[in-house]
């Protein structure tokens, strides 16, 4: 019950949540190596692990939580995401990113993204690679890189004390190319066929209000908050496999 109200992301998350997260992000495994505390936000939702053995700091209850969750594999697990569910993820720790983008984390570029551009999500940094003035430069193919674009965008960057910000945007991307398929936010699944046509969605719509009859939706694609793709009993080696499709 504990780590089922812990992992509830919405505004009525406990306000002792928060502080278990900062007590949780002080007591991290040490094959997470060193990570920035800016670059943390949950370890549920990210690719490092806080420490629950007898050395660790946590607090025995925090142990006892963080230990029931991995024996019943509690997880972020959904089959199919959609494409603003991926946004919404952290790009930090990806949990669905090679092991290339582990050692982008910290880097000096990645500090300057998250003070200076205020860079947490997988949207913030799609975001980023979207910039017009950016996308001219690719689009020319020209190596160089300026630092001297007065658009607005680059001027407020500098006055926040980014020094290069095309660079950031050179960052941003290389962060985004190390998200698998499954988690990119610009790879489209396969469809499945199993989503109900819009109509039949309707007709749910005005049975939920009616409180008439409702057809089953078998669609495995997740929609809406993150904190609805928590799942038990997750097998591990299904994380970054693509879903079935029905043929």
């Given at each position: 019950m504990w780590a089922k109200r812990y992992l509830a992301l919405d505004d009525n998350r406990p306000m002792w949540a928060l502080a278990v997260d900062v007590l949780l992000s002080m007591n991290v495994t040490k094959d997470a190596g060193a990570i920035r505390p800016s670059a943390q936000i949950n370890s549920f939702l990210q690719s490092w692990t806080p420490a629950i053995h007898k050395a660790s700091k946590l607090p025995e209850y925090l142990k006892r939580m963080i230990a029931t969750a991995r024996k019943h594999n509690a997880s972020f697990a959904a089959i199919k995401l959609d494409r603003e569910l991926k946004k919404k993820l952290p790009i930090w720790y990806h949990l669905g990113a090679t092991k290339k983008l582990r050692l982008l984390?910290?880097?000096?570029?990645?500090?300057?993204?998250?003070?200076?551009?205020a860079v947490r999500i997988v949207a913030d940094v799609a975001r980023m690679t979207r910039r017009r003035c950016y996308t001219t430069m690719r689009e020319s193919r020209n190596d160089y890189v300026p630092d001297d674009c007065t658009c607005r965008l680059c001027l407020d960057d500098r006055s926040r004390g980014c020094k290069h910000p095309h660079?950031?945007?050179?960052?941003a991307e290389n962060l985004l190319r190390e998200v698998r398929p499954k988690w990119h936010p610009d790879s489209l699944s396969p469809h499945d066929g199993l989503?109900?046509?819009?109509?039949?969605?309707?007709?749910?719509?005005?049975?939920?209000?009616?409180?008439?009859?409702?057809?089953?939706?078998?669609?495995?694609?997740?929609?809406?908050?993150?904190?609805?793709?928590?799942?038990?009993?997750?097998?591990?080696?299904?994380?970054?496999?693509?879903?079935?499709?029905?043929r």
């Open positions: 984390n910290n880097s000096r570029a990645s500090d300057c993204l998250r003070k200076n551009h660079r950031c945007c050179t960052t989503t109900l046509t819009n109509n039949r969605q309707e007709k749910n719509e005005r049975a939920l209000a009616e409180t008439g009859t409702l057809t089953f939706d078998p669609s495995v694609t997740q929609r809406g908050e993150l904190d609805g793709a928590f799942r038990v009993f997750v097998d591990p080696s299904s994380h970054n496999e693509p879903p079935a499709v029905r």
